[in-house]
Antibody, heavy 121, light 108 residues
Framework: QVQLQESGPGLVEPSGTLILTCAVS??????????WSWVRQPPGKGLEWVGE???????NYNPSLRGRVTISLDKSKNHLSLKLASATGADTAVYYC?????????????WGQGAPVTVSS | ETVLTQSPGTLSLSPGEGATLSCRAS???????LAWYQQKPGQSPSLLIY???SRATGIPDRFSGSGSGTDFTLTITRLEPEDFAVYYC?????????FGQGTKVEIK
């Protein structure tokens, strides 16, 4: 059974760097079968795709984040990480990690429970 | 960027009724890359429909998707109590991947 679990500080100071990890079990981030994505959801609002990373390190990001975001893999720990620099209140959200199959046409088939992050002093 | 606009914002219906949710794209989306998600309060989104009309594993056949080009529809026949939730469409044909703003299906 594939499980994803996000973790990280729930509170980040303005202008600081938001750092989250997503631990994957029941699957491998080294697999060529999936991209691994982050999706966020501000309180009471809709979903926004943040970006994705592939097993070989290739990544794609949402241009709306203006170069502040980095997503990476740690194959030894079987997890992915999200770093979002220069955080502001607009970055306050629940952050989800999700698996995205390469083959077929399914997408975001497994999600973590989400990690709430508040940007505030 | 492909903008997805969902309508209506809220749908007030009774159990047993049918629901029709719309998702309109600002530019043509390959029908292979349009999905629908359900999200209940306090939970993660879950995949319902992918490639416009394919049901994800375990999704009952009262959920169906259709459409092409810029207009897509999620239809729920005979609403069950567990179907009252927020529904999002997603296009994953082009980057950045984009979601609609959601349609809330609430109990009337």
């Amino acid at each position: 059974q594939v499980q994803l679990q996000e973790s990280g500080p729930g509170l980040v100071e303005p202008s600081g760097t938001l750092i989250l990890t997503c631990a994957v079990s029941g699957d491998s981030v080294s697999s060529r079968n999936w991209w691994w994505s982050w999706v966020r959801q501000p309180p009471g609002k809709g979903l926004e795709w943040v970006g994705e990373v592939y097993y070989d390190g290739r990544s794609n990001y949402n241009p709306s984040l203006r170069g502040r975001v980095t997503i990476s893999l740690d194959k030894s720990k079987n997890h992915l990480s999200l770093k979002l620099a220069s955080a502001t209140g607009a970055d306050t959200a629940v952050y989800y990690c999700a698996r995205d199959p390469i083959a077929g046409r399914e997408t975001f088939d497994y999600w973590g429970q989400g990690a709430p992050v508040t940007v505030s002093s | 960027e492909t903008v997805l606009t969902q309508s209506p914002g809220t749908l007030s219906l009774s159990p047993g009724e049918g629901a029709t949710l719309s998702c309109r794209a600002s530019q043509s989306v390959s029908s292979s890359y349009l999905a629908w998600y359900q999200q209940k309060p306090g939970q993660s989104p879950s995949l319902l429909i992918y490639a416009t009309s394919s049901r994800a594993t375990g999704i009952p056949d009262r959920f169906s998707g259709s459409g092409s080009g810029t207009d897509f529809t999620l239809t729920i026949t005979r609403l069950e109590p567990e179907d009252f939730a927020v529904y999002y469409c997603l296009q994953y044909a082009t980057l950045p991947k984009t979601f609609g703003q959601g349609t809330k299906v609430e109990i009337k």
